[in-house]
C-alpha cells in the first residue's frame, strides 16, 4: 500500500514526519508521497512560496528513501481538492492499494472537503488519533465511519481502496502555526522540526 500525506507543510515538522514513520512501519506500507497543496481551499493561510515548501520538504525527506514527493498539486491551475489528487494516482497506480493519511481533526471536518463521501472510491482512509481529540464528528461523519471502518489491518492490502482504519500511532502535539509564531517572536523552536529546514528558514527569513 502506499501511503498518501497531503497538506501546505508550511512548514514541514516532525510531526508530519512522525507519522508518516509510524504508519510506514506500522502498515508495511511501500512508500509514503508527500503532496504539497499549490494553495489552501479552506481559509487557512500559506505563508511560504511554493518553491519554498518545496524546497524545505526536499531538505527534510533527504534521509528516507522510502518517503517521495508529488508534485501534481503544485502544477494545476485548479484548487488543490484532495478528491482530484487521488484520481490522477488512482489512473496512475491502476489496482494498488492506496491510504490517504488523514489526522483526526481532519476527519471530524471531512464533511466540508469537495465531495469528501468520494474520497474513499479512491483510496483508504487511515486516520491517526491526536493527544488531544475531543470534537465528536457530525451524524454524517459518524454514519460514514460506521459503514467503511475496519479493525483488520491486513484487508487494506486485499483491495485498493473503500476501508476506514483507525491506526494505532498517535499525532504529537506540533503544529505549523506555533512554530511561526515561535520565529516570529524571535525564538527557535528546536527539536520541532529538522535542523536543515530550520536553518532554510533563517537563510530565507521565512516567517518573521
Known sequence: MIG?????????????????LTLYQQLHLSEVRFIPCKNSVSNKKIVANVQQRLTMLKLA????????IDEQELHRSTPSY???????LRQKWGDRSLGLILGYDNLVKLDHWHQW???ID????????RPDQAEPYSKEIDAFIEKHRTHDASLLTRQPAGLL????????????????????SGSYPF????????????EQKLYL
Not at 484532495?82 to 490522477?88: D, G, Q, R, S, V
Open 4 to 20: 498518501i500525506l497531503g497538506g501546505s507543510f508550511d512548514p514541514i515538522h516532525y510531526g508530519h514526519l512522525h507519522i508518516a
Open 61 to 68: 525527506l533527504q534521509p528516507y528513501s522510502y518517503f517521495s
Open 82 to 88: 484532495m478528491i482530484e489528487t487521488l484520481a490522477a
Open 117 to 119: 463521501a468520494s474520497l
Open 122 to 129: 479512491y483510496a483508504h482512509l487511515l486516520i491517526v488519533p
Open 165 to 184: 482504519f483507525m491506526t494505532h500511532g498517535q499525532a504529537l502535539p506540533i503544529s505549523a502555526t506555533d512554530i511561526r509564531k515561535t520565529i516570529a
Open 191 to 202: 527539536g520541532l522540526l529538522p535542523s536543515t529546514v530550520l536553518d532554510y528558514i533563517l
